[in-house]
């Protein structure tokens, strides 16, 4: 149970962190690696530029993935326990 709440919470505080303390060496980079470009594409859109529609998106799309990695560290912690 505790291994499952460490796992969560390690991927609450960074996207992937929680794959990554499972061993799940390839999906944990993936996350980290798609919240390092979207968080980049939001800098980039919401303060170099003027906010739109697709800095909107891509700030949606980057709270889902970031919830998606939460639940995904959470769900495989608990099946490898």
Excluded: T
Aim: hydrophobic share 65%; aromatic share 8%; net charge positive.
């Amino acid at each position: 149970m505790k291994k499952n709440i460490l796992a969560a919470a390690l991927s609450a505080i960074l996207p992937g962190a929680g794959q990554l303390y499972n061993q799940q060496w390839l999906k944990g980079i993936g996350f980290l690696a798609a919240v390092m470009v979207l968080s980049a594409v939001m800098r980039r859109r919401l303060i170099l530029a003027e906010p739109s529609l697709m800095a909107m998106l891509v700030v949606f799309v980057l709270f889902g993935l970031a919830i998606w990695s939460v639940v995904d560290a959470y769900r495989c912690a608990k099946a490898a326990s």
